[in-house]
C-alpha cells in the first residue's frame, strides 16, 4: 500500500527537529543578558536517529515503550559548555548562537526545498501526464 | 508549533530590552539632578532579568524560556555630595547631593541592551522567512 510517510522521507521529522532547535537557540539569544541563566542545545543527530529507529520499530505489547518516548516528550536538552567564563553565571556566548541559529535556519530551509521537491514529484505521479 | 514560540521568545526579550533602554535613558537625563537632601536624590536604577517560560501548559518548559523583567534596584552606590553653597538647593551647610549615575556604565548597558535588541530583531526576521517557506511549502 502506498504509504505517504514513507515518500516523504526522512525531511519531515528532521524539519520538526530543526523548528525545535530554533527555538531552544532563541530561548538562549533572548537570555544573553540574563544572570545565572545556562546556555541549552539538543543533540541533533542522536535525536533524529532515535526518532528514526522508533519509527521502524514495532511494538508488540502495550507496555513497551516507545523508543525516545522520555518524560521530557523525547527531547533530551543538554547544558552547553561556555568557552570562556562570566561574572554573572551566563554561558550565552551571543555570537557562537547566533552562527548555530542561522546554521539551523538553513538546514530547515533545506529540508524543506528537499520537502517540496518530494511533493511535486508525487503530484507529477498522481496526475500521471 | 514551536517556530511561532521563537517569535514569542524573541518578544519577550525585546519588551525587556526596550525596557532597559527605558531605564537607562531616565538614569542618563537624571545624571545632574540635585536635591537638597539623601532622601530626595534620584538613584541609579537598574533592571533585573530572570528566565521565564513562555507558555505555562506545555509539559516541557525547560525548553521555550523567555526572559521577563522581575524587578527594578535602585543602586546602593554612595550618592554625590557637592559643596556649592551658591545653589539655590543647598542645605544648610551648603552642600547639594547628586545621583550616583554612573554616566560610562550607563552607556556600556545602552550599547549592551541596543545590540541585544538587534539581535532579537534578526531571530525574529530570521523565522518569520522559515514561517512562510513552510507555508508555502507544496506551492
Given at each position: 500500500?502506498?504509504?505517504?510517510?514513507?515518500?516523504?522521507g526522512i525531511h519531515a521529522q528532521t524539519a520538526i527537529l530543526r523548528a525545535r532547535r530554533a527555538e531552544v537557540l532563541a530561548a538562549n539569544?533572548?537570555?544573553a543578558d540574563t544572570?545565572?541563566?545556562?546556555?541549552?542545545?539538543?543533540?541533533?543527530?542522536?535525536?533524529?536517529?532515535?526518532e528514526l529507529e522508533s519509527s521502524s520499530l514495532q511494538?508488540?505489547?502495550?507496555?513497551?515503550?516507545?523508543?525516545?518516548?522520555?518524560?521530557?516528550?523525547?527531547?533530551?536538552?543538554?547544558?552547553?559548555?561556555?568557552?570562556?567564563?562570566?561574572?554573572?553565571?551566563?554561558t550565552v556566548d551571543v555570537q557562537a548562537e547566533r552562527a548555530a541559529f542561522l546554521d539551523n535556519a538553513m538546514r530547515y530551509q533545506a529540508s524543506?526545498?528537499?520537502?517540496?521537491?518530494?511533493?511535486?514529484?508525487?503530484?507529477?505521479?498522481?496526475?500521471g501526464e | 508549533m514551536s517556530l511561532f514560540s521563537v517569535?514569542?521568545?524573541?518578544?519577550?526579550?525585546?519588551?525587556?530590552q526596550t525596557l532597559r533602554l527605558n531605564i537607562t535613558a531616565s538614569n542618563m537625563a537624571n545624571a545632574d539632578s540635585a536635591a537638597s537632601s539623601i532622601g530626595g536624590t534620584y538613584r541609579a536604577r537598574?533592571?533585573?532579568f530572570a528566565p521565564q517560560a513562555i507558555d505555562p501548559w506545555d509539559f516541557d518548559q525547560s525548553a521555550n524560556l523567555g526572559v521577563k523583567v522581575t524587578g527594578v534596584v535602585e543602586?546602593?552606590?554612595?550618592?554625590?555630595?557637592?559643596?556649592?553653597?551658591?545653589?539655590?538647593?543647598?542645605?544648610?551647610?551648603?552642600?547639594?547631593?547628586?545621583?550616583?549615575?554612573?554616566?560610562?556604565?550607563?552607556?556600556?548597558?545602552?550599547?549592551?541592551?541596543?545590540?541585544?535588541?538587534?539581535?532579537n530583531v534578526e531571530i525574529m526576521e530570521a523565522s518569520k522567512q522559515m514561517l512562510a517557506r513552510t507555508l508555502a511549502l507544496g506551492q
Open positions: 500500500m502506498f504509504d505517504l510517510n514513507q515518500a516523504i539569544l533572548a537570555n544572570p545565572h541563566y545556562r546556555a541549552r542545545d539538543l543533540d541533533f543527530s542522536a535525536l533524529l536517529n532515535g511494538r508488540t505489547d502495550v507496555r513497551h515503550f516507545a523508543l525516545g518516548d522520555t518524560q521530557d516528550g523525547g527531547l533530551e536538552l543538554l547544558y552547553r559548555v561556555p568557552a570562556q567564563a562570566s561574572l554573572d553565571q551566563n524543506l526545498r528537499f520537502l517540496n521537491s518530494r511533493l511535486a514529484g508525487l503530484l507529477n505521479a498522481f496526475r | 517569535m514569542n521568545i524573541a518578544g519577550t526579550a525585546l519588551a525587556a537598574h533592571p533585573v543602586s546602593a552606590a554612595e550618592l554625590r555630595r557637592e559643596y556649592q553653597p551658591g545653589h539655590p538647593l543647598a542645605d544648610e551647610a551648603g552642600y547639594i547631593f547628586l545621583p550616583n549615575v554612573n554616566v560610562v556604565e550607563e552607556m556600556a548597558n545602552m550599547i549592551s541592551a541596543s545590540r541585544s535588541y538587534q539581535t
